[in-house]
């Protein structure tokens, strides 16, 4: 009886660790979508071209290598669109974490979150060109999203912004 006790104990566990890992990579899904929604007004006010697409449709694929400068441009336009980075091109703390809450984070997780970008930004103080350095961040920011294993699909946000439009 204590056997299988302990099995149950251990079936739960494991059930409660999928579950909260897709309930974040549904929330990563969501903060996704919601960031991208700048994507075509800053890719026109950058004038930058169609690649741009390409690496933002390969963004959560870990093997996908993210090597163009113009993309962290995008990016830093993106969040500037939504106020979440500051004067000095660093995460506003407050308004990042009123963003995952307004994409179905939790207060924990909105913290996470923003606390997984801000250590991303202090590896990279050493770089001065803001497109690169953003590049590097968000590319730091990837990993440590694979890492916890809260990656969304691709297949799932495109699907999700093809629906919107």
Same mark, same amino acid.
């Given at each position: 009886?204590?056997?299988?006790?302990?099995?149950?104990?251990?079936?739960?566990?494991?059930?409660?660790?999928?579950?909260?890992?897709?309930?974040?990579?549904?929330?990563?899904?969501?903060?996704?979508?919601?960031?991208?929604?700048?994507?075509?007004?800053?890719?026109?006010?950058?004038?930058?071209?169609?690649?741009?697409?390409?690496?933002?449709?390969?963004?959560?694929?870990?093997?996908?290598?993210?090597?163009?400068?113009?993309?962290?441009?995008?990016?830093?336009?993106?969040?500037?669109?939504?106020?979440?980075?500051?004067?000095?091109?660093?995460?506003?703390?407050?308004?990042?974490?009123?963003?995952?809450? #307004?994409?179905?984070?939790?207060?924990?997780?909105?913290?996470? +979150?923003?606390?997984?970008?801000?250590?991303?930004?202090?590896?990279?103080?050493?770089?001065?060109?803001?497109?690169?350095?953003?590049?590097?961040? #968000?590319?730091?920011?990837?990993?440590?999203?694979?890492?916890?294993?809260?990656?969304? #699909?691709?297949?799932?946000?495109?699907?999700? +912004?093809?629906?919107?439009?």
């Amino acid at each position: 009886m204590a056997l299988f006790c302990w099995r149950l104990l251990f079936a739960a566990g494991v059930l409660s660790l999928a579950q909260g890992t897709l309930a974040s990579q549904e929330i990563m899904k969501k903060l996704t979508t919601g960031f991208v929604k700048a994507m075509e007004e800053c890719k026109a006010e950058l004038n930058l071209g169609d690649h741009i697409i390409q690496d933002f449709m390969n963004y959560w694929r870990e093997e996908y290598e993210l090597l163009n400068r113009d993309t962290g441009c995008a990016i830093m336009c993106m969040a500037s669109k939504h106020d979440l980075i500051t004067e000095d091109m660093k995460i506003h703390h407050e308004n990042a974490h009123e963003f995952a809450k #307004s994409h179905g984070a939790d207060d924990d997780l909105a913290k996470q +979150l923003v606390q997984m970008i801000h250590d991303c930004e202090k590896q990279f103080t050493d770089i001065t060109d803001d497109c690169s350095k953003t590049l590097e961040i #968000s590319k730091c920011f990837r990993t440590k999203i694979h890492e916890l294993k809260w990656a969304p #699909s691709m297949e799932t946000i495109l699907e999700e +912004l093809m629906t919107e439009t």
